[in-house]
């Protein structure tokens, strides 16, 4: 009986596992980034004033069902090299090779690898987030705002998250003070997302 007992919890064990993998490789409704109605922005801190500029190209490939946020998946990538932080000349420094060098790393992404959801219409994304080839652990909080939109569902996706330049070697050199540019940066994004298809 004993035995009996416990093959039976083990078996329904097996059985958990089995349908959280099921869960976990099911198809969710995927969507498109809007890029037109889509910012993803950055804030630093130069010589005490406050600055912002905007990364103008980027993709996001993202699949979404609040039901099903094990097999739910988030990527972005963002064309580094197209920054923007309105003075030509800051944005060619850079992109020089002792702060993003984008000649060698013309991208940087977030992968996440898990969602939680953490409230009503928000979400947490751990991952991990890749800049000059170095990778460090990342959590992304955000909300989601749906809606139907010419007769195809939309999201909205906003957040943000802080991030330290010099974990990624974002300042080489006598980049590596933080006398003239700190080195928390701010990132945030406001996102329209198209269901595909």
Do not use: C
């Not at 980027?58 to 699949?63: E, R």
């Not at 002792?98 to 994304?125: C, H, M, S, W």
């Amino acid at each position: 009986m004993i035995r009996h007992f416990g093959l039976s919890r083990s078996l329904a064990a097996l059985a958990m596992l089995l349908a959280a993998a099921a869960a976990a490789g099911a198809a969710v409704p995927t969507y498109a980034l809007d890029a037109t109605k889509s910012t993803l922005a950055f804030a630093f801190v130069q010589a005490g004033g406050h600055n912002q500029g905007r990364f103008p190209k980027f993709a996001v490939n993202f699949g979404f069902a609040d039901d099903n946020l094990a097999a739910s998946h988030l990527e972005v990538t963002v064309d580094v090299g197209a920054l923007d932080s309105g003075d030509k000349e800051r944005d060619d420094t850079l992109r020089e090779a002792d702060l993003f060098n984008v000649a060698k790393f013309p991208q940087a992404r977030f992968t996440a690898t898990q969602i939680i959801k953490t409230a009503a219409g928000a979400y947490e994304a751990s991952g991990s987030l890749v800049i000059r080839g170095v990778t460090r652990a990342l959590r992304v909080p955000f909300t989601l705002k749906s809606a139907t939109e010419q007769g195809r569902p939309v999201l909205y996706m906003t957040g943000k998250t802080l991030i330290k330049r010099l974990d990624f070697g974002v300042g080489q050199g006598d980049w590596k003070s933080t006398e003239w540019v700190d080195n928390e940066v701010m990132v945030t994004f406001n996102l329209r997302l198209i269901a595909a298809g």
